[in-house]
């Protein structure tokens, strides 16, 4: 079965200090990969998503960059953190077959504090 | 511009009530409707809806989509403490899941 994890689970970082959050998937070839932030409301907001090696697309510009260095890691960094940048983000894997639009499975998350 | 809208956005019930979810959306190049469950972490998949009319069901809990009408329901019938947590509706549409804010469920025993 597949399973998907993510650390750390939480992060107390000071502002302007670099970022990395790490995304690993097991069970599964060629996932679409996804990190998403969830803010103070109950919304998630897709920030990248990743349909193979190397290939990922942004969808809000902002501080945070995500790559895709072998076929079942996504990894989110940032060289400076500002403090909008808190929040509690998910990393998601879905099935490549049948395109984009299939169901999605979340990671535990990591809950970022900015200070 | 894409919408997902979720109501009620709170509700607090008695364990043994039924409770019906609602989520509408207006998205363009609509594909699928999806529901999740998030309690203390991580949203787990609940449902996923492509049709118009067929209800997806498990357990106590079962999901329609209406894609004339825009909307879907999440029902819960016999609701248990367990129950209780955020429920997220997603739309995806061309590569992304637009999710809504979510509607927080407590049911109280």
């Known amino acids: 079965s597949q399973t998907i994890h993510q650390w750390p689970a939480t992060l107390v970082q000071p502002v302007g200090s670099p970022l990395s959050l790490e995304c690993t998937v097991e069970?599964?070839?060629?996932?679409?990969l996804y990190w998403y932030r969830q803010a103070a409301g109950r919304g998630l907001q897709l920030l990248f998503y990743?349909?193979?090696?190397?290939?990922i697309s942004s969808e809000v510009p902002q501080n945070l960059s995500a790559s895709r260095p072998q076929d079942r890691q996504f990894i989110l960094s940032s060289k400076k953190l500002l403090l909008s940048d808190s929040g509690f983000y998910l990393c998601?894997?879905?099935?490549?077959?049948?395109?984009?639009?299939?169901?999605?499975?979340f990671g535990p998350g990591t809950r970022l504090t900015v200070l | 511009e894409d919408k997902v809208v979720q109501s009620p956005l709170s509700l607090v019930v008695h364990e043994g009530d039924t409770v019906t979810l609602n989520c509408s959306y207006e998205?363009?190049?609509?594909?699928?409707l999806l529901w999740y469950k998030q309690e203390k972490k991580a949203p787990t998949f609940l449902f996923m809806l492509?049709?118009?009319?067929i209800e997806k069901k498990s357990g106590r809990l079962s999901s329609i989509l209406d894609k004339k009408e825009l909307f879907s329901i999440l029902n819960i019938t016999a609701t248990q403490t367990g129950d209780s947590a955020v429920y997220l509706c997603?739309?995806?549409?061309?590569?992304?899941?637009?999710f809504g804010q979510g509607t927080e469920l407590s049911v109280k025993p």
């Open positions: 998205v363009t190049n609509f594909r699928s």
């Open positions: 069970g599964t070839s060629n996932p679409n």
């Open positions: 998601a894997w879905g099935p490549a077959s049948g395109g984009l639009n299939n169901e999605q499975f």
């Open positions: 492509t049709s118009s009319g």
């Open positions: 990743s349909v193979g090696i190397g290939q």
């Open positions: 997603a739309v995806g549409r061309r590569g992304k899941l637009i």
